[in-house]
C-alpha cells in the first residue's frame, strides 16, 4: 500500500492495481480528436501525479491510453500508443521522473466508458470521455 489518509494530497489508501486518477480524486487527462499532444488542462493533473510519484520513489505507473470509436480499429489502437507515449514523455521530460518507473500501452476503442461504439451516434463530448489516458499503480 502506497497512499495513506491524511497525506498533503488527501489520499485514500491505494495499491497495485488502482487507478491514480480515482484515488486522488483528479480530473482525467483528455486527447483532442486524432492527436496526441498533451493539452494545457493535462498538464494540471500531470503536474499532481509527479506529486506523488516524487513523494513515493518506488511507486510504478502503467499509463494506459485510449481512443473514441471514430476512425478504424487499427489506427485507433495506433493512436492509441503513440498518445501513451506522449503521456510517459511528458512525465519524464516535465515532472523529472525516471522512465524506469513508467510503462505505458494503447488500448484503442476497446475499453470505451460509455455506449458510443462503432456506428452509434454520439455527442463531441460524449467521444472525449473515451479520449483519455490511465494511470493504474503497478509496483
Not at 2 to 21: T, Y
Not at 29 to 55: H, T, W
Not at 58 to 82: C, E, F, G, P, Q
Request: charged share 25%; proline share 1%; with cysteine.
Amino acid at each position: 500500500m502506497f497512499l495513506n489518509a491524511g497525506n498533503d494530497l488527501g489520499v485514500v489508501a491505494a495499491g497495485v492495481g488502482s487507478d491514480l486518477f480515482e484515488v486522488l480524486g483528479l480530473n482525467p487527462i483528455y486527447f483532442d480528436l486524432d492527436k496526441d499532444k498533451i493539452r494545457n488542462d493535462a498538464e494540471v493533473e500531470l503536474r499532481k501525479v509527479v506529486a506523488v510519484l516524487k513523494k513515493y520513489p518506488s511507486m510504478k505507473i502503467d499509463v494506459r491510453s485510449h481512443t473514441d470509436s471514430r476512425a478504424n480499429d487499427a489506427y485507433n489502437m495506433d493512436l492509441s500508443n503513440r498518445r501513451a507515449q506522449s503521456t510517459i514523455a511528458w512525465l519524464v521530460e516535465n515532472g523529472g521522473i525516471e522512465a524506469s518507473r513508467l510503462s505505458g500501452q494503447g488500448y484503442g476503442e476497446t475499453q470505451l466508458v460509455n455506449e458510443c461504439a462503432n456506428g452509434v451516434d454520439c455527442s463531441e463530448g460524449k467521444h472525449q470521455l473515451n479520449r483519455r489516458s490511465e494511470f493504474i499503480i503497478v509496483e
